[in-house]
């Protein structure tokens, strides 16, 4: 057994972290506040330069090649700097794979190059809509077959990256009379499609920087080639990616996490009260240890994961337990790092209410947490049914 | 066009170091170690004129110690350097400044290189030695704490960094060494597909002890922290009493007012 990471990986986390250091972590305030998302959008090109949009996708594509473990190592160490900007390159990065997984030769050769290249800012997924959240299957986003081709109506909300997104990945019921979740198919369109409208912005409590819209299809022509794998197995492939996206986010998590307990430990090691150290009480030391510990349980859990991934092995409950574990470790961090803080920790003098709200999200998007523990539980369930 | 560069890995120097068991140098288990800063922009600068000479000169970059100086060889190749010599040495840290310069001659002599490239010093024993050392041994012309390196036609300028903020400029025809000062460069990240790629380019590997058993000229006989002092001064009152009062320290204390 090893758990040593290789040469390479390292190199990857020690880029992720000089750059996070550098370009991220002085913009990330001014960034939550409502700063110029162009100064975002310009590290997201320099990410991609660097090769940080297809950490898992093929040189051949302009991909770096460097496997699930490198893609989770660097999300946590962007994370750690900006939430924002390391969802944004997790979402890419699953636009890319999903596009390498099902796509065809021209959607792989077309659009996996110019999300890895930094021409298209980002690549958004649109498959939650105001009626199927956590139920996804339930969507009712129309996709007719209409001369050769297919339209699309309906509506997509919290869609990641969708003002700057070039391409979208898109989910719609191709066949209303299949049972469900049999009847959905997966398409590819891009930004600028007509019909393919850009909805309203969310006004969120964290990740200000990245972007959440409405994104609403009226009368969307596309071609048949627009389609993505086989007709109505949409869901399925939905239900295979959404996995490889949870190591995205449980790695984003832990980012946030170490991020917040890190500053909390430096000032507690400062902060004198009652004449010492607080980091001296042995309360303190206990919100240390605890928040400590469970972030490095969550970073196992996600090395196990991405390591099964990158060898070809089933991983989806592992994912699962992953993004779980990660994100509620990475909550609870926040929590206690801002308990550590005072009031302090509660004003914007400091990043941890900024944590705070970033991390509270990871426990809902791409997947509840209690969904979380549906996957889990089926999967270890199913070895049981008689 | 044959170049060196000369690197070192170093810990992270957010490190919490702790003297070792024989407290002659650091501990270095659970430490993080990097490239040494100064190594970085000579090892940017040797890809710079390669890319200014068009591709054409063969850049190997060199590093003593123990199978981890691999990570920082695979940087240095990730970068842009050609090729790599690993001299493994699993002591390196108990090598000085003469035995590290005496290995790496031993090794370039007989490759004839026409630039060698070093940081100006390593960022955890910053001796400053090694690069001239190397120089002498080679019998090649050297200069340091480069700020700003130019070559054209065999000849190499370069901008030295010297005390007060003056420059000096220097040219030196080839074979020659450089040692490197910050601000020389912005050491570019190495992309993510270059890291990966970088795993094809060749890594010779030599035991240092084949290269040279040269005695070592000088010894650490201690490592330790410094001695707690006393806590600090706290000056009170008004601004123009608080002038008064520092005045007087810098008098009596330090050499800065006389």
Not at chain 1, 85 to 96: F, P
Not at chain 2, 101 to 106: E, F, G, L, R
Not at chain 2, 210 to 227: A, I, V
Request: contains cysteine; negative net charge.
């Amino acid at each position: 057994m090893n758990l040593d990471l290789s040469e390479e990986q390292k190199l990857i986390q020690d880029t992720a972290r000089d750059f996070a250091r550098d370009r991220l972590e002085p913009v990330a305030a001014e960034l939550d506040d409502g700063g110029d998302r162009s100064i975002m959008l310009d590290n997201l090109k320099l990410l991609a330069e660097l090769g940080f949009m297809g950490l898992n996708v093929s040189h051949e594509y302009g991909g770096a090649d460097a496997g699930a473990v490198a893609f989770s190592l660097a999300i946590t160490e962007l994370a750690r700097a900006c939430a924002s900007t390391a969802v944004t390159v997790s979402v890419n990065n699953m636009v890319c794979e999903v596009i390498q997984s099902v796509g065809s030769n021209e959607q792989k050769t077309c659009y996996i190059t110019k999300i890895c290249s930094g021409e298209y800012a980002a690549g958004s997924f649109a498959l939650t809509e105001p009626g199927a959240g956590s139920d996804p299957s339930s969507m009712v986003t129309r996709a007719e077959a209409s001369g050769g081709g297919f339209v699309l109506n309906g509506s997509k909300i919290y869609i990641t990256s969708a003002p700057y997104a070039g391409v979208f990945v898109v989910w719609a019921v191709t066949d209303p009379t299949a049972p469900k979740g049999k009847g959905i198919s997966c398409f590819l369109i891009e930004a600028g499609t007509p019909g393919l409208i850009i909805g309203k912005e969310e006004r969120k409590m964290g990740q200000h920087a990245s972007a959440t819209n409405e994104v609403i299809f009226q009368d969307c022509r596309i071609p048949e080639s627009a389609l993505m794998g086989k007709l109505n197995d949409g869901f399925r492939i939905a239900v295979v990616e959404l996995a490889g996206g949870r190591i995205g986010i449980g790695s984003l998590g832990l980012g946030i996490g170490l991020a917040a307990i890190d500053r909390a430990t430096a000032y507690a090691v400062e902060r004198v009260q009652f004449g010492q150290k607080i980091s001296s009480f042995q309360a303190i030391q206990w919100m240390i240890a605890d928040a400590n510990t469970r972030l490095e349980a969550a970073r196992l859990l996600l090395m196990n994961a991405a390591f099964r991934k990158e060898n070809g092995r089933s991983f989806a409950k592992e994912a699962a337990m992953a993004k779980m574990f990660a994100t509620e470790a990475a909550n609870d961090a926040c929590y206690q790092a801002l308990q550590m803080f005072g009031g302090y920790g509660y004003t914007k003098d400091f990043p941890i209410e900024r944590y705070a709200r970033d991390a509270r999200i990871t426990s809902i998007y791409e997947g509840t947490n209690e969904i979380q523990r549906l996957i889990i539980s089926r999967e270890i369930l199913k070895n049981y049914s008689a | 066009m044959k170049i060196l560069v000369c690197i070192k890995q170093v810990p992270d120097m957010e490190s919490h170091f702790r003297p070792n068991g024989s407290a002659t140098w650091f501990d270095e288990s659970d430490l993080a170690f990097r490239m040494n800063e100064y190594d970085e922009y000579a090892v940017e600068e040797a890809v710079k004129l390669k890319e200014q000479l068009g591709g054409e000169p063969e850049i190997t970059v060199l590093s003593i110690g123990p199978d981890r100086v691999i990570e920082a060889i695979k940087k240095a190749l990730a970068i842009g350097c050609d090729r790599a010599v690993h001299i493994n040495e699993s002591a390196v840290a108990s090598k000085e400044p003469w035995q590290i310069a005496s290995i790496i001659a031993a090794y370039a002599r007989s490759i004839q290189f026409d630039l060698v490239f070093t940081g100006m010093q390593s960022q955890d024993r910053g001796s400053a030695q090694v690069g001239v050392l190397v120089a002498e041994l080679l019998g090649i012309p050297s200069t340091t704490t480069l700020v700003g390196f130019a070559y054209a036609d065999g000849v190499v300028t370069a901008t030295r960094e010297l005390e007060g903020g003056v420059k000096g400029k220097v040219r030196l025809k080839t074979p020659a060494l450089v040692t490197c000062q910050l601000g020389l460069n912005s050491p570019r990240y190495p992309t993510l597909p270059n890291i990966m790629k970088a795993r094809k380019k060749e890594i010779t590997t030599f035991q240092a002890g084949d290269l040279s058993s040269e005695p070592p000229l000088t010894g650490s006989s201690s490592f330790r922290h410094p001695e707690k002092k006393g806590s600090g001064v706290v000056l009170e009152g008004s601004v123009d009493e608080l002038v008064e009062k520092v005045i007087v320290i810098l008098k009596d204390k330090t050499a800065v007012l006389r």
